[in-house]
């Protein structure tokens, strides 16, 4: 998990609200990626960033809004839209200036665990 | 479609013996190919990856996984089985055709149970 902070790592959340998670890497990755992980489902991937300021969505991206303003930081929130969020997630990032994108190594980030009450 | 199959959702083996997690995968062309490990309510950790040359790759923890192009297949292996190896593995692959795709095809992860 070294390089990756994500917190909280449990959070709580009412119906209806919307909720913010953090992710900061301190790898100098150019890219960043969200993803949800439930029971038996492996894992999903939400948001993906390439490089600050562009974001593309992934396979499950509804419900969910995230921001690229700075390399390091990557944050995800889970709207009210997002009908069923109780999942695990995971940050991870890839990529260092000169490799080549296609070969790189994701690392991932401890995870948060989002419960809606 | 791409896909990665894992096709055994658990795996048990006990302590000292060698253990096998497969993984195959249906996709164009020759994938890169990555393992991963989870341990409850952690992250994942890379395990190792397959670029190019030597079919077989080691990794960490005395991981190793062998490339097999004509079986489209990348399974994971270790000598000799250790309770502390008892943990989620996942398969991934990520297309070698589309340049600066960072994307990842992911298998849906085994569950491997050391016994001591």
């Known amino acids: 998990d070294g390089g990756i902070t994500q917190s909280p790592k449990y959070l709580f959340r009412k119906e209806g609200q919307n909720v913010t998670l953090s992710c900061e890497q301190n790898?100098?990755?150019?890219?960043m990626y969200w993803y949800r992980q439930d029971p038996g489902q492996g894992l999903r991937l939400i948001y993906y960033s390439q490089i600050v300021n562009d974001f593309q969505k992934g396979d499950i991206a509804e419900g969910y809004s995230v921001s690229r303003e700075k390399k390091e930081s990557f944050p995800l929130t889970v709207t009210s839209a997002q009908k069923n969020p109780t999942a695990f997630y995971l940050c991870a990032s890839s990529g260092l200036a000169g490799g080549h994108p296609s070969t790189d190594t994701q690392y991932f980030g401890p995870g948060t665990r989002l419960t809606v009450l | 479609a791409q896909s990665v199959a894992q096709p055994e959702d658990q795996v048990n083996v006990a302590e000292g013996n060698p253990l096998t997690v497969k993984c195959t995968y249906s996709v164009s062309g020759n994938p890169y190919l990555f393992w991963y490990v989870q341990y409850p309510n952690r992250g994942l950790q890379f395990l190792l990856k397959y670029i190019t040359g030597d079919n077989l790759v080691k990794g960490s923890y005395g991981f190793e996984a062998e490339f097999n192009k004509s079986q489209t297949s990348f399974h994971l292996k270790k000598p000799s089985a250790l309770v502390s190896d008892s943990a989620l593995y996942f398969c991934?692959?990520?297309?070698?055709?589309?340049?600066?795709?960072?994307?990842?095809?992911w298998g849906l992860g085994t569950s491997l149970a050391v016994n001591p």
């Open positions: 790898l100098n990755h150019d890219a």
């Open positions: 991934a692959v990520r297309l070698r055709r589309d340049g600066n795709n960072r994307k990842l095809i």
